[in-house]
């Protein structure tokens, strides 16, 4: 290949277009997600699900498996189970508050969906694997390196700006507060409608 002459340009992910209610009239549910995967022990999931019923009042918590985990869950309580395979990943965001998460892009999804995203290693991960995506590192999420900080933040979810979240992740989606959030195909039509002519 030789020289490539063009420009590239930032301009946001228009799948968050259609959810602009969903997010913009976002209303309080009280329900906290917890998204685990095949990295992530069974045993430590539980764990974590007992402990936040114990300590946190008037929240309930939504289980979801990632859709590649055919793992059978072996434990009970008062939660609720997301079926990857038939909700998609916004529709299940948009019906909480708070997503729990390890090593995942889900965490992207639920900061720009408006939903706090609290990133919580279940099981100990390989050292190569720790904040593999930088979500931590780039200020996307709150790392929680305890349950107990878990509860803290869950505790002070109550105090926070629900616009704050989702400019967490300005720095993925160049739309978020720009003069055409919500309109990012609009703008790549209109880039490309500049280029072509």
């Known amino acids: 290949m030789g020289k490539i002459d063009g420009q590239i340009y930032a301009v946001g992910n228009p799948a968050f277009d259609k959810w602009i209610e969903a997010i913009t009239k976002k209303r309080r549910s ?13 045993d430590d999931v539980d764990y974590l699900i007992r402990t936040l019923e114990k300590k946190i009042e008037g929240y309930e918590i939504c289980l979801r498996p990632h859709p590649a985990d055919g793992r059978v869950i072996h434990f009970y ?66 790392h929680c390196k305890s349950i107990e900080e878990i509860i803290d933040n869950i505790k002070g979810f109550d105090n926070m700006k629900s616009e704050n979240i989702r400019s967490r992740a300005k720095g993925y989606d160049a739309s978020i507060a720009s003069d055409y959030e919500f309109q990012v195909k609009e703008k790549i039509f209109s880039i490309l409608d500049k280029q072509l002519i």
């Open 30 to 42: 009280y329900k906290i997600g917890l998204a685990y995967n095949t990295l992530d022990h069974l």
């Open 77 to 142: 309580g008062k939660f609720t189970i997301s079926n990857s395979k038939t909700q998609s990943s916004n529709s299940f965001l948009k019906e909480i508050d708070i997503v729990i998460a390890g090593n995942t892009s889900l965490l992207l999804e639920a900061a720009c969906m408006n939903v706090l995203p609290l990133q919580y290693d279940f099981s100990n991960y390989d050292s190569y694997l720790q904040d593999y995506y930088g979500f931590i590192r780039n200020g996307l999420t709150i």
